[in-house]
């Protein structure tokens, strides 16, 4: 079979993807609204992932692969992080051309996004539990131990312990990326009210949390000087 990279990653589909509604003679601008979609886009395709990576974290988990649970889960962490960087370099877009380009959004919005939804519940963080802590809450059982009992033993808690530190690394990871956005927002819009009903940045502090509460818990409670959440970090 012959293919070519274009035709196996489907470049033209997703380069033709970026398509700005401003024009090319409004120069700064519409490099301003390509920055933006390009960033927004990628987040999208990488969040795609990060379910996919949990999805099969939770079925494997299910029937006991602790260890193929683990990787899914460090991968789902390691996406994540890549996409607060996503979230920092859009500290480059100038509010002025921000401005100039948002009233194309008309009623779109970011909170609009099914994807970051999904993630929301997959993580518990939407009024249900996690189902992959369900699995390992379920895994522990079976052992006859709990994360108490597991994190008491640490480092030598085995699999499990792994896992645990795992959905802990993705916990933070979320709690970063989701402080950054914040940051961002707030520096583009200020206390200007977010397209789609929402108010802005006081939107995102409203929906803050960390995944995965009980690990945070079961390290404030073992471990001195530990926190009820991922410590936020340091800022300039």
């Known amino acids: ?25 409004a ?40 260890e193929q649970a ?6 789902a962490a390691d996406v994540v992080r890549l996409l607060c960087g996503h979230v920092a370099v859009l500290a480059r877009l100038q509010p002025a051309d921000f401005a100039a380009f948002r009233p194309e959004f008309g009623t779109a919005s970011g909170a609009q996004s099914a994807q ?20 390992l809450r379920a895994a522990l059982a079976e052992q006859d131990t709990d994360l108490a009992t597991l994190y008491r033993a640490a480092p030598h808690g085995g699999p499990l312990y792994r896992l645990a530190e795992a959905m802990a690394d993705l916990s933070q990871a979320v709690w970063h990326w989701q402080v950054d956005h914040i940051e961002v927002v707030t520096r583009l819009l200020g206390r200007t009210r977010g397209t789609g ?40």
Request: one cysteine or more; charged letters at 20%.
């Open 1 to 25: 079979m012959t293919r070519t990279y274009a035709d196996f990653l489907h470049l033209p589909d997703v380069l033709g993807a970026v398509t700005p509604s401003t024009s090319p003679a």
């Open 27 to 66: 120069g700064r601008i519409h490099a301003a609204e390509h920055f933006f979609l390009v960033a927004h886009q990628t987040s999208e395709l990488w969040l795609k992932h990060v379910l996919l990576d949990l999805a099969r974290a939770r079925d494997v988990l299910a029937g006991r692969d602790v």
């Open 70 to 75: 683990t990787e899914h889960v460090r991968r």
């Open 116 to 135: 970051f939804h999904r993630l929301r519940a997959v993580l518990g963080l939407a009024e249900n539990e996690s189902p992959l802590f369900v699995e």
């Open 197 to 236: 009903g929402t108010d802005g940045a006081g939107y995102l502090t409203g929906r803050l949390a960390a995944p995965f509460p009980d690990l945070w818990e079961i390290r404030s409670t073992l471990y001195t000087g530990g926190a009820t959440c991922p410590p936020q970090p340091a800022r300039s």
